[in-house]
């Protein structure tokens, strides 16, 4: 788990830019249960171009035994005059050759909008000694320059020929508001595309989503699944967040979020409950409490989750932040797996970030997006609040691309379904951001 924490906290801090600091070297540490001593576990040094765009970052980690650091893995990024990434390609080290080593290759295409078109993923064959195909994704848009479809197609080894994966088709109101996703899955029985989902989306007059049904395909006919309904205070930020799970043809309430919000409508309180059948009423499940400097800048954000037996709460993790005084992100602690028992958390990961350069590069926390929630995501849907209409990729802890699309501006839904309970990144713009799926 060390390695985990080493590893997110180093690709969060990897991928972000802010708006005077440009990060050059990520330290990052670990610490033995209930230490307060860190321990240096490795390091990233980022590579730029004159644009200040990031085209390579190595992975180093520390060997005591010698003192030194010892490579691992690096990235390179070609890259347009836009900053699209055109050509992403990892490398591991060799340690018998002490040389960079192929290992996997993302290959990308963008329209005018600077909106993903077409990526093929490639591995490398080393007995080979050739670039493999994995699988490819192409996208297609409208006008509004609002994507209408995306297209998963598999590599087939065996044959030497790409299957189709999966299709996802969009539509939009004529406010391009999306009301409807519906996907389809490769069948293997069949060997053909099958309806696999749908979801229907409601808005009010401000362009907020206020309902989502969930359908799924079953022997013919679309079947309701989920509901997920939300309310919105007077400033349309985001207040209540039910779900119902369909249980007979009956809407039966299954989770529900409450946000409370600062006067700078960032938010810092989350209280996350559970429907007790029995009873019918509402038992606490989890909340989320973020703390902000007088910068509006978030310094700390404490999950903890609520036993029924006990009736108490105890602590499930920890994030803190610390900034400079041109307040640029600095260092960043993560904690998780809390110990009743020695009152500590079992794991802890520190990243500090050195500046040796600027950029006149926004800060996309404060300028691009305004907010990102839940985290923890328990079901399936993540919602970001967006300033301007951009990409967003939801990455694993390996940095491989799991999910993919574009925000419009305002209230954004994310469909995470079908990824298994975790951390994960999500990359909006040229910023990071680590969640959690329950």
Avoid at 228 to 248: D, K, P, S, V
Avoid at 394 to 418: E, Q
């Amino acid at each position: 788990m060390k390695s985990i924490l080493t590893l997110l906290v180093t690709l969060v801090c990897s991928l972000n830019l802010s708006a005077n600091c440009r990060v050059d070297t990520i330290y990052n540490y670990e610490f033995d249960p209930g230490s307060t001593t860190k321990l240096l576990s490795g390091r990233t040094i980022n590579f730029y171009n004159a644009a200040n765009q990031l085209i390579q970052f190595d992975y180093q980690s520390w060997l005591y035994a010698s003192s030194s650091f010892s490579n691992r893995r690096r990235t390179t990024n070609t890259v347009d005059a836009a900053g699209n990434n055109l050509v992403t390609q990892t490398f591991l080290w060799n340690t018998t050759t002490s040389a960079w080593d192929n290992s996997s290759k993302r290959t990308s295409t963008f329209n005018g909008a600077n909106l993903l078109l077409t990526q093929l993923r490639e591995n490398w064959d080393a007995a080979g000694g050739v670039w493999l195909p994995a699988n490819d994704v192409a996208n297609t848009y409208s006008t509004a320059n609002k994507i209408l479809s995306h297209t998963y197609n598999s590599w087939v080894s065996a044959t030497s020929s790409w299957r189709a994966g999966q299709i996802i088709y969009y539509t939009y109101d004529a406010s391009n508001n999306l009301t409807e996703e519906f996907g389809l899955d490769y069948d293997a029985g069949t060997g053909s595309l099958i309806n696999t989902y749908k979801h229907l989306n409601t808005f009010n007059a401000a362009n907020l989503l206020t309902q989502q049904i969930k359908q799924k395909y079953e022997t013919g006919v679309w079947v309701n699944n989920l509901r997920e309904r939300y309310t919105y205070n007077a400033a349309n930020l985001l207040q209540e967040h039910i779900t119902q799970i369909n249980f007979g043809s009956i809407w039966t309430n299954s989770s529900k979020r409450v946000y409370t919000y600062t006067s700078f409508d960032s938010v810092a309180f989350e209280d996350q409950s559970n429907w007790l059948l029995i009873g019918a009423s509402w038992q606490a499940a989890f909340r989320i409490l973020n703390t902000y400097n007088s910068d509006n800048l978030l310094t700390e954000e404490k999950g903890d989750a609520y036993s029924a037996s006990t009736s108490t709460w105890s602590n499930r993790y920890k994030i803190t932040k610390e900034y400079g005084s041109a307040k640029d992100l600095i260092a960043e602690d993560q904690y998780i797996d809390w110990s009743s028992a020695t009152g500590f958390y079992r794991e802890h990961a520190r990243a500090e970030y050195k500046c040796a350069g600027t950029t006149s590069i926004a800060n996309i926390s404060s300028e691009q997006f305004l907010n990102l929630y839940p985290n923890p995501v328990s079901n399936n849907i993540l919602f970001i609040d967006s300033k301007t209409e951009q990409t967003f990729s939801v990455l694993s802890l390996n940095g491989k691309l799991l999910r993919g699309g574009n925000l419009k501006n305002g209230t954004n839904t994310i469909d995470v379904n079908g990824l298994s309970s975790g951390f994960y990144f999500i990359k909006i713009g040229n910023e990071a951001r680590k969640i959690i799926i329950q």
